[in-house]
Every structure is written in structure tokens, then in C-alpha cells.
């Protein structure tokens, strides 16, 4: 007997359910840690590697590939402009799990998306970075993400699902950030 995978949005959604499942039977699988080694190259020039990680209950020292993502500035701030700014990652991050989430969420609610296209944009003035005006944030004063979905769904609906998104409640609710320094 042949059996195909129910596959909604691209997404298992038996493994999806199984999943679901699983966590609500031990919550202790739910818990992750992901793990990011940047190193500083010159100026605003950074790599970051990205191996390992920590999920469902167990270590994960080793996937197929490592993962490396560059960042830089652009010339007119110093850079040479050889990679997106961290701004611009940040706004790459927000805008794929946005998407991500609104797919899996509507996947396993049974609702079919043809197609996803976002656009986002950030507003950020240089004097609070620049250590010129104490008052002025240092990052965005604002995102706005702008979709294009193709879905009989509705728009609410579609911002609810858009919402389950991890990056979504990191950057909307203060995230505490612990520095510290080796040597």
C-alpha cells in the first residue's frame, strides 16, 4: 500500500501534529537553545558560524552543513558594503519567520497559501548610535512589513497565524540580553 504525506504550504502535517503531540506529553522537549560564534573581521565586517544547537531533549553537535552569514556596513557608514548591515539581517529574520510561521500555523489549520511575498522597512536615525542625542533610540523607531499573501484565508486570519512568529515577539517585547566579557 502507498501512502502519501499530508503536505500543506510545504508542511508535513502529520509530522506536524506528531510534533504538537509530542510537547504537549513532555514539555521538556519544547525547550531549545540555539547557538551563534561570531567572529570580527575588520571595521564593521563580521562572520557568524552557525553548528550547533540544543532541541528535544538532547544535543545536536552536527548538521549536514554549517551555516555562515556575513555582516558589514554600507560605504556611506564606514563599511565597505560587502554583506547586509545587522539591520538589514534583522529585518531578513523578522520578515522569513513571519512567513514561516504563518505557513505552518496555516497548514495545520487546514488552510492552503499559494503564495507569500513580503516587504519590510526599518526607520533608524544615526544620532542615537552616533552617541549624539541620548533621547534618540539606537535602533529602529519602527518596522513595517507589508504582505502579499495568496490565500483564501482572511487578512485576520493571516495576521494571527503571521504572529505565532518567535522573531515577531523578540523584537515587539523586550528581550533580555546578558553581555559578558573572557579573557
Known amino acids: 500500500m502507498i501512502t502519501t504525506a499530508n503536505i500543506k504550504n510545504g508542511v508535513n502535517v502529520d509530522q506536524l501534529v506528531d510534533t ?16 551563534a560564534k561570531n567572529n570580527w ?3 564593521g565586517h563580521c562572520v557568524t558560524s552557525i553548528q550547533d544547537y540544543y532541541g528535544v531533549g538532547q544535543e545536536h553537535p552536527v548538521r549536514k552543513d554549517s551555516f ?3 555582516a558589514d556596513h554600507v560605504e556611506v557608514l564606514l563599511g565597505k558594503d560587502q554583506a547586509p548591515n545587522p539591520a538589514e539581517i534583522v529585518l531578513h529574520a523578522l520578515g522569513s519567520c513571519l512567513t514561516g510561521a504563518m505557513a505552518y500555523h496555516a497548514a495545520a489549520n487546514g488552510i492552503d497559501i499559494e503564495g507569500v511575498e513580503s516587504k ?5 536615525d544615526l544620532h542615537g ?16 512589513v507589508k504582505f502579499k499573501v495568496k490565500s483564501d484565508a482572511s487578512e485576520e486570519q493571516l495576521r494571527a497565524l503571521s504572529q505565532f512568529s518567535p522573531v515577531f515577539d523578540m523584537i515587539t517585547n523586550p528581550t533580555p540580553v546578558t553581555i559578558e566579557f573572557e579573557k
Request: aromatic share 10%; hydrophobic share 35%.
Open 20 to 35: 504538537i503531540n509530542a510537547v504537549q506529553e513532555n514539555p521538556e522537549l519544547a525547550k531549545f537553545e540555539f547557538r
Open 41 to 43: 573581521i575588520e571595521g
Open 68 to 70: 555562515t552569514m556575513e
Open 120 to 124: 519590510l522597512h526599518g526607520d533608524v
Open 129 to 144: 548610535f552616533l552617541g549624539l542625542d541620548p533621547e534618540v533610540r539606537k535602533g529602529y523607531n519602527g518596522i513595517t
